[in-house]
């Protein structure tokens, strides 16, 4: 190959390699975007709105929804602190001369995973809630959801 076409290819696989971490990236803040407002916003928090939707849960099913969802929050909150500073050396080693496709590799893979396992452990904890709640109460949790709070409140048809 020539040199020219090495390098396109060098170039290409690079820039899509980093396109994939900022689409999962985009994904994993996406299906969280609910626990990612700021404290006020969190079920727990006395400043939260009124109107939100887990104030439609009963007492005990709200405080179970609290009990597993914070948690989780926060622990997807330290990932993502994590995976700030992982994105940081993922672009050390792109600007890094000579570049080192295997590291920079390893370092977008390592990102992509750490954003997979934010996925797992809110997939999990919502699972964890949908097994001990109605359907009713399981429609409420969707709405949370879908609806996070501080977004438009869903439109009647």
């Known amino acids: 190959m020539n040199k020219r076409l090495k390098t396109f290819l060098m170039i290409s696989v690079a820039s899509n390699a980093l396109l994939i971490g900022i689409v999962l990236g985009e994904l ?32 005990a099913k709200r405080k179970l929804f609290e009990d597993i969802m914070h948690p989780a929050w926060e622990k997807m909150q330290a990932t ?31 990102i992509a995973d750490m954003h997979a396992q934010i996925r797992r452990d809110m997939t999990a904890a919502v699972t964890k809630l949908a097994r001990q709640f109605t359907p009713q ?4 949790l969707a709405d949370i959801i879908a609806h996070p709070p501080l977004s438009a409140p869903p439109q009647p048809r």
């Open 28 to 59: 994993s803040y996406s299906f969280s975007s609910y626990f990612v407002q700021n404290a006020a916003t969190m079920p727990s928090s006395p400043d939260c709105c009124a109107s939100s939707p887990e104030k439609q849960l009963p007492d």
């Open 137 to 140: 109460e399981r429609a409420i």
């Open 80 to 110: 993502r602190a994590k995976i700030d500073n992982e994105k940081k050396k993922a672009l050390s080693l792109l600007k890094a001369e000579p570049f080192d496709e295997k590291a920079y590799r390893s370092q977008v893979q390592h």
